[in-house]
T-cell receptor
Framework: TQLLEQSPQFLSIQEGENLTVYCNSS?????LQWYRQEPGEGPVLLVT?????EVKKLKRLTFQFGDARKDSSLHITAAQPGDTGLYLC?????????????FGKGTKLSVKP | NAGVMQNPRHLVRRRGQEARLRCSPM?????VYWYRQLPEEGLKFMVY????????ESGMPKERFSAEFPKEGPSILRIQQVVRGDSAAYFC?????????????FGPGTRLTVT
């Protein structure tokens, strides 16, 4: 059974600080996606990474896929209160009848002004 | 709004009743996935469908749960004889086949409460 472990589970920081969230597995994934979820809403796709070692930037957010495609990280620079939310990583393996995503339990981020 | 639509957003059922959850995928998307999110747990895959076909139902309980994605109309997740343990948020996602990557876009979810 493939699992994704996210750390830390909770993170509370001040506005302006930097942070990194980790997503680790012992399994290889075809792709790794990051989502952000607000209370009472569905996850919103932030990025998809598919190549080992790939780095993608989305404004103040930097996403990296591990060389072996087993882990990923999300780094936020100069966090703002609007970054508050639940960050989820999800791994996918595609081919044949597979298409489902394996989700981590998430990192709950709180950015205080 | 071309996003994934789900209805109802909130559904209350008594034990033993049936629950029907609907999902309309994004325009142009032909793959639909259903996930369940329990309090303090991550999203768990239930079923993957394409039009008129169930591709993978490995995450769906064998009894009381069924799903369909007809040629016309929304995808339906049906839960018969609901029990309290079925109370959860149910999310639908959709994707299109872009090469080998199936980027999934989620709807707002249906919060099912069984009383």
């Amino acid at each position: 059974t493939q699992l994704l472990e996210q750390s830390p589970q909770f993170l509370s920081i001040q506005e302006g600080e930097n942070l990194t969230v980790y997503c680790n597995s012992s399994s290889v994934f075809s792709s790794l996606q990051w989502y952000r979820q607000e209370p009472g809403e569905g996850p919103v796709l932030l990025v998809t990474v598919v190549t080992g070692g790939e780095v993608k930037k989305l404004k103040r957010l930097t996403f990296q896929f591990g060389d072996a495609r087993k882990d990923s990280s999300l780094h936020i620079t100069a966090a703002q209160p609007g970054d508050t939310g639940l960050y989820l990583c999800a791994g996918g393996n595609y081919g044949g009848s597979q298409g489902n995503l394996i989700f981590g339990k998430g990192t709950k981020l709180s950015v205080k002004p | 709004n071309a996003g994934v639509m789900q209805n109802p957003r909130h559904l209350v059922r008594r034990r033993g009743q049936e629950a029907r959850l609907r999902c309309s995928p994004m325009k142009g998307h032909s793959h639909v996935y259903w996930y369940r999110q329990l309090p303090e747990e991550g999203l768990k895959f239930m079923v993957y469908l394409q039009k008129e076909n169930i591709i993978d139902e490995s995450g769906m309980p064998k009894e009381r749960f069924s799903a369909e994605f007809p040629k016309e109309g929304p995808s339906i997740l049906r839960i018969q004889q609901v029990v309290r343990g079925d109370s959860a948020a149910y999310f639908c996602a959709s994707s299109t086949n872009r090469g080998r990557i199936y980027e999934q876009y989620f709807g707002p979810g249906t919060r099912l409460t069984v009383t």
